[in-house]
Protein backbone atom coordinates (compact mmCIF):
# COMPACT_ATOMS: atom_id res chain seq x y z
CA UNK A 1 0.00 0.00 0.00
CA UNK A 2 1.36 3.63 -0.70
CA UNK A 3 1.85 5.76 2.14
CA UNK A 4 3.73 8.89 3.45
CA UNK A 5 7.05 8.24 4.90
CA UNK A 6 9.55 10.70 6.12
CA UNK A 7 12.95 10.48 4.30
CA UNK A 8 15.65 12.73 5.62
CA UNK A 9 12.75 15.28 7.03
CA UNK A 10 10.34 15.94 3.85
CA UNK A 11 7.14 13.72 3.45
CA UNK A 12 7.49 11.45 0.62
CA UNK A 13 4.66 9.36 -0.95
CA UNK A 14 5.91 6.20 -1.33
CA UNK A 15 4.80 2.39 -2.85
CA UNK A 16 5.99 -0.85 -2.17
CA UNK A 17 4.64 -4.60 -3.30
CA UNK A 18 6.04 -6.90 -0.81
CA UNK A 19 8.06 -9.65 -2.42
CA UNK A 20 11.30 -11.97 -1.18
CA UNK A 21 12.84 -11.02 -4.44
CA UNK A 22 15.99 -8.68 -5.43
CA UNK A 23 14.49 -4.98 -4.80
CA UNK A 24 13.51 -2.98 -7.90
CA UNK A 25 12.91 0.21 -8.28
CA UNK A 26 10.52 2.45 -10.08
CA UNK A 27 11.58 6.08 -10.92
CA UNK A 28 8.67 7.72 -13.04
CA UNK A 29 9.57 10.65 -16.05
CA UNK A 30 9.09 14.27 -15.08
CA UNK A 31 6.47 16.21 -14.19
CA UNK A 32 4.46 12.45 -13.96
CA UNK A 33 3.93 10.03 -10.79
CA UNK A 34 4.16 6.68 -9.77
CA UNK A 35 0.57 5.95 -10.88
CA UNK A 36 1.07 7.22 -14.15
CA UNK A 37 2.87 4.01 -15.42
CA UNK A 38 2.54 1.31 -11.77
CA UNK A 39 -0.38 -0.24 -13.51
CA UNK A 40 1.87 -1.19 -16.29
CA UNK A 41 5.15 -2.14 -15.01
CA UNK A 42 4.28 -3.57 -11.48
CA UNK A 43 2.26 -6.66 -13.10
CA UNK A 44 5.55 -8.44 -14.77
CA UNK A 45 7.49 -7.90 -11.81
CA UNK A 46 6.27 -8.16 -8.26
CA UNK A 47 6.32 -12.25 -8.63
CA UNK A 48 9.86 -12.12 -8.72
CA UNK A 49 10.98 -8.75 -7.40
CA UNK A 50 10.38 -6.75 -4.32
CA UNK A 51 9.38 -3.79 -6.27
CA UNK A 52 9.50 0.09 -4.46
CA UNK A 53 8.56 3.33 -6.23
CA UNK A 54 8.50 6.91 -4.54
CA UNK A 55 6.53 9.97 -5.84
CA UNK A 56 9.85 12.59 -5.83
CA UNK A 57 9.33 15.79 -4.33
CA UNK A 58 7.27 18.28 -6.16
CA UNK A 59 5.56 15.31 -8.23
CA UNK A 60 2.25 13.37 -7.39
CA UNK A 61 1.56 13.58 -3.91
CA UNK A 62 4.93 14.45 -2.98
CA UNK A 63 5.35 18.58 -1.65
CA UNK A 64 7.95 20.39 -3.43
CA UNK A 65 11.00 21.62 -1.73
CA UNK A 66 13.49 24.61 -2.88
CA UNK A 67 15.58 23.41 -5.95
CA UNK A 68 13.57 20.00 -5.80
CA UNK A 69 12.91 20.06 -9.73
CA UNK A 70 16.83 19.83 -10.59
CA UNK A 71 19.04 16.77 -11.34
CA UNK A 72 20.97 17.19 -8.66
CA UNK A 73 18.29 17.08 -6.30
CA UNK A 74 16.49 14.36 -7.69
CA UNK A 75 19.83 11.73 -7.54
CA UNK A 76 20.49 13.07 -4.24
CA UNK A 77 16.83 11.74 -3.24
CA UNK A 78 17.30 8.43 -4.63
CA UNK A 79 20.39 7.69 -3.17
CA UNK A 80 18.70 8.67 -0.05
CA UNK A 81 16.14 6.48 -0.91
CA UNK A 82 17.91 3.18 -2.00
CA UNK A 83 19.85 3.94 1.64
CA UNK A 84 16.61 4.31 4.19
CA UNK A 85 14.28 2.44 2.73
CA UNK A 86 14.88 -0.59 0.14
CA UNK A 87 18.37 -0.47 2.44
CA UNK A 88 19.99 -2.91 -0.53
CA UNK A 89 21.25 -2.80 -3.94
CA UNK A 90 18.61 -2.57 -6.21
CA UNK A 91 17.78 -3.06 -10.03
CA UNK A 92 16.46 0.66 -11.60
CA UNK A 93 13.88 1.02 -13.84
CA UNK A 94 13.83 4.47 -14.66
CA UNK A 95 11.42 6.74 -17.74
CA UNK A 96 12.31 9.62 -19.40
CA UNK A 97 13.69 12.13 -16.08
CA UNK A 98 14.36 8.33 -14.08
CA UNK A 99 16.42 7.36 -16.22
CA UNK A 100 18.52 10.04 -16.22
CA UNK A 101 18.39 9.94 -12.91
CA UNK A 102 19.09 6.26 -12.64
CA UNK A 103 22.44 7.03 -14.68
CA UNK A 104 23.30 9.60 -12.31
CA UNK A 105 23.31 7.02 -8.99
CA UNK A 106 25.19 4.19 -10.90
CA UNK A 107 27.72 7.01 -11.27
CA UNK A 108 27.63 8.20 -7.87
CA UNK A 109 26.65 4.97 -5.68
CA UNK A 110 27.07 2.45 -8.24
CA UNK A 111 27.68 0.22 -5.05
CA UNK A 112 23.83 0.74 -5.08
CA UNK A 113 22.59 -0.37 -8.25
CA UNK A 114 22.32 -4.13 -10.03
CA UNK A 115 21.17 -3.08 -12.92
CA UNK A 116 19.19 -0.39 -14.86
CA UNK A 117 16.80 -0.39 -17.77
CA UNK A 118 16.53 3.66 -18.77
CA UNK A 119 13.45 4.06 -20.99
CA UNK A 120 13.62 7.32 -23.37
CA UNK A 121 16.21 8.80 -21.07
CA UNK A 122 19.24 11.33 -22.03
CA UNK A 123 22.50 11.74 -19.97
CA UNK A 124 22.76 15.25 -21.97
CA UNK A 125 20.07 18.20 -22.73
CA UNK A 126 21.39 18.28 -26.12
CA UNK A 127 19.57 15.16 -26.79
CA UNK A 128 16.01 16.62 -26.89
CA UNK A 129 16.59 18.36 -30.12
CA UNK A 130 13.10 20.27 -30.13
CA UNK A 131 12.39 23.23 -28.28
CA UNK A 132 9.99 23.56 -25.25
CA UNK A 133 7.24 25.89 -25.88
CA UNK A 134 4.65 27.59 -23.31
CA UNK A 135 3.61 25.84 -21.03
CA UNK A 136 -0.11 24.32 -21.69
CA UNK A 137 -2.34 22.82 -18.85
CA UNK A 138 -5.18 20.91 -19.47
CA UNK A 139 -8.94 21.49 -17.66
CA UNK A 140 -8.27 17.58 -16.64
CA UNK A 141 -4.43 17.52 -15.51
CA UNK A 142 -5.44 20.95 -13.40
CA UNK A 143 -8.23 19.53 -11.82
CA UNK A 144 -6.08 15.96 -10.92
CA UNK A 145 -3.25 18.69 -9.39
CA UNK A 146 -5.28 20.24 -7.54
CA UNK A 147 -6.45 16.75 -5.79
CA UNK A 148 -3.71 14.85 -5.43
CA UNK A 149 -0.41 17.47 -4.85
CA UNK A 150 -0.17 18.61 -1.36
CA UNK A 151 1.28 22.24 -3.31
CA UNK A 152 -1.44 24.81 -4.30
CA UNK A 153 -3.05 24.48 -7.29
CA UNK A 154 -0.98 28.08 -9.09
CA UNK A 155 1.95 25.71 -8.74
CA UNK A 156 1.53 23.45 -11.64
CA UNK A 157 2.14 26.10 -13.86
CA UNK A 158 5.18 27.73 -12.14
CA UNK A 159 6.73 23.61 -11.76
CA UNK A 160 6.39 23.28 -15.77
CA UNK A 161 7.86 26.57 -15.79
CA UNK A 162 10.74 25.37 -13.67
CA UNK A 163 10.64 22.17 -15.46
CA UNK A 164 11.57 23.75 -18.63
CA UNK A 165 14.24 25.68 -17.70
CA UNK A 166 15.72 22.91 -16.22
CA UNK A 167 15.08 20.96 -19.18
CA UNK A 168 17.25 23.19 -21.92
CA UNK A 169 20.40 23.10 -19.94
CA UNK A 170 19.96 19.84 -17.72
CA UNK A 171 21.59 17.20 -17.18
CA UNK A 172 25.08 17.58 -18.44
CA UNK A 173 26.59 14.14 -18.66
CA UNK A 174 29.69 13.13 -20.37
CA UNK A 175 30.07 10.51 -22.35
CA UNK A 176 32.95 9.57 -20.30
CA UNK A 177 31.02 9.70 -17.38
CA UNK A 178 28.56 7.40 -18.89
CA UNK A 179 31.67 4.91 -19.53
CA UNK A 180 32.22 4.62 -15.59
CA UNK A 181 28.66 2.70 -15.35
CA UNK A 182 30.14 -0.52 -14.89
CA UNK A 183 26.42 -2.81 -13.94
CA UNK A 184 24.16 -4.30 -17.23
CA UNK A 185 22.21 -1.21 -18.77
CA UNK A 186 19.49 -1.75 -21.03
CA UNK A 187 18.91 1.48 -23.25
CA UNK A 188 15.28 0.99 -24.39
CA UNK A 189 13.35 3.66 -26.58
CA UNK A 190 10.51 4.11 -29.17
CA UNK A 191 11.73 4.17 -32.82
CA UNK A 192 10.04 7.55 -32.42
CA UNK A 193 10.77 8.68 -29.32
CA UNK A 194 11.23 12.34 -28.35
CA UNK A 195 15.25 11.94 -27.67
CA UNK A 196 17.07 11.59 -30.67
CA UNK A 197 18.11 8.27 -32.27
CA UNK A 198 21.87 9.59 -32.23
CA UNK A 199 21.87 10.76 -28.74
CA UNK A 200 20.43 7.18 -28.06
CA UNK A 201 22.88 4.87 -29.56
CA UNK A 202 25.43 7.38 -28.42
CA UNK A 203 24.38 6.17 -24.68
CA UNK A 204 24.30 2.66 -25.52
CA UNK A 205 27.71 2.66 -27.25
CA UNK A 206 29.10 4.13 -24.17
CA UNK A 207 28.27 1.86 -21.77
CA UNK A 208 30.76 -1.26 -20.95
CA UNK A 209 27.95 -3.36 -20.47
CA UNK A 210 24.55 -1.77 -22.28
CA UNK A 211 21.92 -3.31 -24.64
CA UNK A 212 20.26 -1.58 -27.09
CA UNK A 213 16.20 -1.85 -27.87
CA UNK A 214 14.39 0.66 -30.32
CA UNK A 215 10.33 -0.67 -29.85
CA UNK A 216 8.71 -0.06 -33.40
CA UNK A 217 5.65 2.02 -33.91
CA UNK A 218 6.00 3.78 -30.55
CA UNK A 219 7.19 7.14 -28.92
CA UNK A 220 8.18 8.69 -25.93
CA UNK A 221 5.17 6.86 -24.42
CA UNK A 222 6.08 3.66 -25.27
CA UNK A 223 5.31 1.91 -22.33
CA UNK A 224 1.38 2.63 -22.61
CA UNK A 225 1.95 2.48 -26.76
CA UNK A 226 3.35 -1.44 -26.58
CA UNK A 227 3.79 -2.47 -22.60
CA UNK A 228 3.79 -5.88 -23.77
CA UNK A 229 6.61 -6.06 -26.27
CA UNK A 230 8.19 -3.44 -24.11
CA UNK A 231 7.91 -5.50 -21.10
CA UNK A 232 8.99 -8.36 -22.76
CA UNK A 233 12.09 -6.78 -23.36
CA UNK A 234 12.61 -5.86 -19.53
CA UNK A 235 11.84 -8.82 -18.23
CA UNK A 236 14.38 -10.93 -20.48
CA UNK A 237 17.22 -8.39 -19.31
CA UNK A 238 16.58 -8.82 -16.01
CA UNK A 239 16.47 -12.36 -16.07
CA UNK A 240 19.65 -12.68 -17.62
CA UNK A 241 22.12 -10.07 -16.71
CA UNK A 242 25.28 -11.93 -18.36
CA UNK A 243 26.60 -9.97 -20.86
CA UNK A 244 25.74 -11.14 -24.29
CA UNK A 245 27.96 -13.83 -26.22
CA UNK A 246 27.03 -13.29 -29.87
CA UNK A 247 27.76 -14.72 -32.99
CA UNK A 248 28.75 -12.25 -34.91
CA UNK A 249 30.13 -8.95 -32.74
CA UNK A 250 31.29 -5.78 -33.68
CA UNK A 251 31.09 -3.73 -30.70
CA UNK A 252 31.05 -6.44 -27.99
CA UNK A 253 34.55 -7.50 -27.78
CA UNK A 254 35.22 -7.43 -24.48
CA UNK A 255 34.06 -10.82 -23.56
CA UNK A 256 34.32 -12.73 -27.28
CA UNK A 257 35.72 -16.54 -27.45
CA UNK A 258 38.49 -16.39 -29.51
Given at each position: MPEYIKLRSHNLYSYEW?????????????LS????????????LEDDFHVYAYDRTAHGFTGDQSGSLHFDFQTREAI??????????????????????????????PDLVKSIVAIGANFHFSGVPQPFGEPEISPEDQAEYNLISPDAPHTLLEKIT???????????????????IQCPVLVLAGDDDVI???????????????????????????????????????????????????????????????
Open positions: DNDGEAVVLLHGGKTSSWDYIMVPPAYLEDVVKAPAHLIGWSDGGNIALMVAIQRRMNVIWSSEPTLTVAEIATSHHHTIELFEALPLGQLAIIPGTSHFVMKEKPDLMNAVIMQFLEDLTYPVTKMYVRRTSNQPE
